[in-house]
C-alpha cells in the first residue's frame, strides 16, 4: 500500500520569508514517481513538478527547490520569498503503475 | 491548447436522484482518471481508463458508482440514487502515459457535487 503523509496541516509565513512543506512517502514500490501540486483558492490543481525515485537531484525552479531523501522517504518543498500569490493548499503525491496517492495537503497562508 | 474540461461545475441533487458527470481530457491524452475530493482532504482514486479500457476501478465506493469512456476521449462518471456522503468535489485528470510509468496528470476544474 502507499501511503503520503503531510504532517503540516496548516502553515502561516509572513511575506518574503521562506518555508518549506514536508512530505513523507511510504511505498514498496522500487520504481515510483513523486510529484507536488498546488491548489489555489479557485479549485483546480496545478502541476508543479514530477521526479522519478532513480533521481535524487534537487531541483530549483525560480523561487520553488525541492529536496529528494530517498533515504528518509521524504520529498520536500521550499519556497523562497514567499509571495502572497502562494497562497494554496499545497499536495505531495506519489504514483505508481499510473495509480496517484495524494497526502492530505498542507494549505499555506502568506501574511502581507 | 486546451486543458481538461469538466460539466457541470456545480450539481445539487436531492438524495436519491441519479447524476451524471462530464469530463473532457486534453486532446490526445490516452489516460483519464477520476478522483473523489472531500471538504479538506486530498483527491482520492476513483477508477482509471486507457483509451477506452477501465483498467481500475479498485476506488469506486460503491456500485452506485459507473464511469465509462466508450469511444477513448470524453467520459462520464454516474452516480446512482445519491447520498448525501456522496456530496464533494470530482476531479477529472488526463495524462499521455500509455504504460507502467506514472505520467503526469492535469486536472480539470471538477465538479462541486452537493448531495441534499
Known amino acids: 500500500a502507499q501511503k503520503v503523509t503531510q504532517a503540516q496541516t496548516e502553515i502561516s509565513v509572513v511575506e518574503k520569508e521562506d518555508v518549506t512543506l514536508d512530505c513523507v512517502y511510504e511505498?514498496?514500490?522500487?520504481?515510483?514517481?513523486l510529484f507536488w501540486y498546488k491548489q489555489p483558492p479557485s479549485g483546480e490543481l496545478v502541476f508543479l513538478i514530477r521526479?522519478?525515485?532513480?533521481?535524487?537531484q534537487n531541483e530549483i525552479s525560480g523561487r520553488y527547490s525541492w529536496n529528494f531523501q530517498k533515504s528518509t522517504s521524504s520529498f520536500n518543498f521550499t519556497i523562497t520569498a514567499s509571495q502572497v500569490v502562494d497562497s494554496a493548499v499545497y499536495f505531495c503525491?506519489?504514483?505508481?503503475?499510473?495509480?496517484?496517492?495524494f497526502g492530505t495537503g498542507t494549505k499555506l497562508q502568506v501574511i502581507p | 491548447g486546451a486543458g481538461v474540461s469538466q460539466s457541470p461545475r456545480y450539481k445539487v441533487a436531492k438524495r436519491g436522484q441519479d447524476v451524471a458527470l462530464r469530463c473532457d481530457p486534453i486532446?490526445?491524452?490516452?489516460?483519464l482518471f477520476w478522483y473523489q475530493q472531500a471538504l479538506g482532504q486530498g483527491p482520492e482514486f476513483l477508477t482509471y481508463?486507457?483509451?477506452?479500457?477501465?483498467?481500475?476501478k479498485s476506488g469506486l465506493p460503491s456500485d452506485r458508482f459507473f464511469a465509462e469512456r466508450p469511444e477513448g476521449s470524453v467520459s462520464t462518471l454516474k452516480i446512482q440514487r445519491t447520498q448525501q456522503e456522496d456530496s464533494a468535489v470530482y476531479l477529472c485528470?488526463?495524462?499521455?502515459?500509455?504504460?507502467?510509468?506514472?505520467?503526469?496528470?492535469?486536472f480539470g476544474p471538477g465538479t462541486r457535487l452537493t448531495v441534499l
Open positions: 511505498t514498496r514500490d522500487t520504481t515510483y514517481y
Open positions: 503525491a506519489l504514483g505508481s503503475y499510473q495509480k496517484v496517492t
Open positions: 481508463f486507457q483509451n477506452e479500457a477501465q483498467l481500475d
Open positions: 521526479r522519478n525515485s532513480f533521481d535524487e
Open positions: 485528470a488526463s495524462s499521455l502515459a500509455t504504460g507502467h510509468d506514472t505520467d503526469t496528470q492535469y
Open positions: 486532446s490526445g491524452h490516452v489516460s
